[in-house]
C-alpha cells in the first residue's frame, strides 16, 4: 500500500499538466469504479439517502435518468 501511495505522489506532475475536463473524466471514472460497500456512510447519511429514495420512489415519473442528465451537463460545458 506504501509503494501504491508513493507511485501516486509521483504521479502528481503528471495530472496536473491534465486539463480540467480530463481530470473531471478522471475523477469519474475513479469514482465510477468503486462499490457501494468501498464508501464509508454514516447513520445520518444511510437516513438523508433512505429519505431521497423515498422521495425518488414517490415521484418516479418525473425524474430523469443519469445518462441523460449527465448528457445534458456535459453539453452546457
Do not use: H, K, Y
Amino acid at each position: 500500500m506504501f509503494a501504491i501511495l508513493c507511485g501516486m505522489t509521483d504521479l502528481a506532475p503528471e495530472l496536473a499538466r491534465l486539463s480540467p475536463r480530463e481530470r473531471l473524466d478522471l475523477i469519474e471514472s475513479l469514482w465510477e469504479s468503486l462499490d457501494e460497500n468501498d464508501v464509508p456512510v454514516t447513520d445520518a447519511q444511510r437516513a438523508e439517502l433512505d429519505r431521497r429514495m423515498a422521495g425518488f420512489d414517490q415521484d418516479w415519473a418525473e425524474s430523469v435518468p443519469w445518462d441523460q442528465l449527465r448528457g445534458e451537463l456535459r453539453q452546457r460545458r
